[in-house]
Structure formats: structure tokens, C-alpha cells
């Protein structure tokens, strides 16, 4: 069954400059869909669409086949249900958090459904043994760092038992602990069943996850839809939607020319190959972190 679903969908900022263009892509429930693009490409936009924060200007967007609109939203019934089932995790959690404390930040969600208390204070602390954010639990979000106010912003989201997460370049700006711990927390979800979509332009951590890929062009229109393997050999595909380009570096008197990319390692023997090919590095082969989807 399709979960969410966009019929061509176009979307522009102040009806003039394009951020969406025909855009259809359908998530399966259960599915872990990667949304890969360069900056600019409208990867953050859709995002926001499949979470009825903005609305398309042409085509639709149906969640669990019913259309999502802006008046529909205006429903408090409806509205209940919709936000207690599609939670999305921002790419700068300063923009996502905004409550005193950690542990505000944590119940506020589950307050507003007008959950019980014993029910609120339940999510709140599996999240945040989930998270290992408990030594957080009073300190000012202000006061927290990058890496932890990425972990309270998806605690956040976690805390109202979404059946679909969209995340937003997750792994932006974070150290390499954070990232690891985050890239296992997503295979975690996704292996519980929740259905994740993920918004990035970073290649590694998309062959690391092995999700579906929809790829965006830089005329935010769908370039193409397929596996991992599919997308990441297709060199000309990734040269055209801009996620790699052509480096050249002298080796004595002669020039050598190959693709490049800065989100694959930069090593000669493991990320690339003067055969001009891409050789993506494989992540760590344990997927599963023991932690469970509540």
C-alpha cells in the first residue's frame, strides 16, 4: 500500500521561482526512500509538501489515498490525525527547537494530541533512553551542541510515533560518532516499520542505507527513480543532476581526469579509480543497534 503519494506536483516560491516542477514520487509503507539531489534542487521543498506544511500549485498529494489539502488541514479532526502520523525532522534543528528544555521539547508533541499524562511521560523517557539523551532531560536546548540538538530535534518527532519520518539532510554538520549513531538509529526505524523518507545529497550515506533513490535535477524535476546500484553507476546521471563532477590532478608530467565526488571518501584505493570509474566505499556491515521503535 502507498502511503504518501505526489501527482505531479509543481510548487514555486512567490509564484515566480520554481522549486517543484511535475514532480510525482509514491512511498510504500514500510519503505525507506532516499531523495538525492544538489543544493537548490528542491529536495527540502518536497519535503515540506509531503508534510502539509506548504502546498502544491498544481497537482496533488494524497496520504493513504486521501488527498491533503490546505482547507482538509484546517480540520482539527483531521489535522490530529495527519500530524500524529507524518513527523519531520528539519535540516537546522534550531529552527525545530523551541521549547526551555529537552524534556519540553519531548512532551510538547504528545501534549498537544491531549494524550495522557502517564502515556507522555512513557514516550518521553523511551525516546530518550533511545536516544541516549537522558543526562539532557533539563538543560536549556539553547545550551545544547550540534550533534545533540540534531538527536532532541528527531526525539521530538520520535515522541509522537510517526509512521512516516522525513528527514531532512540528517546527517548535516555532524561529527563522525553522531553520524554512525544516527545512520543506525534510521536502519533501526526502518527495520522496526516505519516508513522513512530522506532528503540528502550525501552519496556515502545513501549506499551505506540502501534505500529506494529518487534523483532531483537542478530543474526540480524527477530525473529518475530506481535501486542504489541503479543510481550510483550511472555516471552520466550523477554529471547531469550535479552530485559529481570531473577533477583533474597532475601525477608527475601527466594529467589525469576522473569523476569526483566530496561525499564519497577521497582515496585513491577505496572511493576512486583511474578508470573513471566511481568505486562507492561500503559502510560497516552491522546494521541493527538493539534499540526498538516504540
Same mark, same amino acid.
Given at each position: ?13 512567490? &509564484?515566480?521561482?520554481?522549486? @517543484?516542477? !511535475?514532480?510525482?514520487? +509514491? ?20 519535503? /515540506? ?27 482539527? &479532526?483531521?489535522? =490530529?490525525?495527519? *500530524? ?19 524534556? !519540553? $521539547? ?11 499524562? $502517564? /502515556?507522555?511521560?512513557? =514516550? ?6 533511545? @536516544?541516549?539523551? #537522558? ?11 550540534? #550533534? ?14 510517526? $509512521?512516516?519520518? @522525513? ?16 545512520? !543506525? ?16 545529497? &550525501? ?5 551505506? @542505507? /540502501?534505500?529506494?533513490? +529518487? ?13 542504489? !546500484?541503479?543510481?550510483?553507476?550511472? /555516471? ?10 570531473? %577533477? ?17 571518501? %577521497? ?6 579509480? %583511474? &578508470? #573513471? ?9 552491522? *546494521?541493527?543497534?538493539? %534499540? $526498538?521503535?516504540?
Amino acid at each position: 500500500m502507498k502511503i504518501i503519494e505526489l501527482q505531479n506536483v509543481s510548487y514555486s516560491f512567490y &509564484d515566480v521561482m520554481p522549486a @517543484l516542477s !511535475d514532480v510525482s514520487i +509514491a512511498v510504500g509503507e514500510g519503505e525507506m526512500l532516499a531523495v538525492i539531489g544538489a543544493n537548490g534542487s528542491g529536495k527540502s521543498t518536497l519535503l /515540506q509538501v509531503m508534510n502539509g506544511l506548504i502546498h502544491p500549485r498544481a497537482g496533488s498529494v494524497r496520504y493513504r489515498g486521501e488527498e491533503v489539502t490546505e482547507k482538509r488541514l484546517r480540520d482539527r &479532526d483531521y489535522q =490530529r490525525y495527519f *500530524r500524529s502520523r507524518v513527523g519531520l525532522v528539519f535540516q537546522n534543528s534550531d529552527v525545530q527547537l523551541f521549547c526551555p528544555t529537552v524534556f !519540553d $521539547e519531548l512532551v510538547f508533541g504528545p501534549m498537544q494530541l491531549g494524550l495522557p499524562k $502517564e /502515556q507522555v511521560l512513557r =514516550r518521553a523517557s523511551e525516546t530518550m533512553e533511545m @536516544l541516549n539523551i #537522558g543526562v539532557l532531560r533539563d538543560r536549556p536546548t539553547h545550551m545544547l551542541s550540534g #550533534g545533540e540538538k540534531k538527536r532532541v530535534a528527531i526525539g521530538s518527532a520520535l515522541t509522537m510515533n510517526p $509512521e512516516l519520518l @522525513l528527514l531532512d539532510e540528517p546527517a548535516s554538520g555532524l561529527d563522525p560518532k553522531t553520524g554512525s549513531f544516527l545512520t !543506525d538509529l534510521i536502519i533501526s526505524l526502518s527495520e522496526a516499520g516505519t516508513t522513512i523518507v530522506i532528503a540528502t545529497h &550525501d552519496l556515502a550515506l545513501v549506499d551505506h @542505507l /540502501q534505500p529506494k533513490v +529518487a534523483v532531483i535535477s537542478e530543474e526540480h524535476r524527477v530525473e529518475r527513480i530506481g535501486t542504489v !546500484d541503479e543510481v550510483l553507476k550511472d /555516471q552520466e546521471l550523477l554529471v547531469k543532476v550535479n552530485l559529481v563532477h570531473e %577533477h583533474a590532478h597532475r601525477h608527475g608530467n601527466k594529467v589525469h581526469t576522473h569523476l569526483h565526488s566530496h561525499y564519497f571518501f %577521497h582515496e585513491h584505493d577505496r572511493g576512486h579509480s %583511474h &578508470d #573513471g570509474h566511481i568505486h562507492p566505499s561500503k559502510g560497516p556491515e552491522g *546494521r541493527k543497534t538493539g %534499540h $526498538e521503535h516504540r
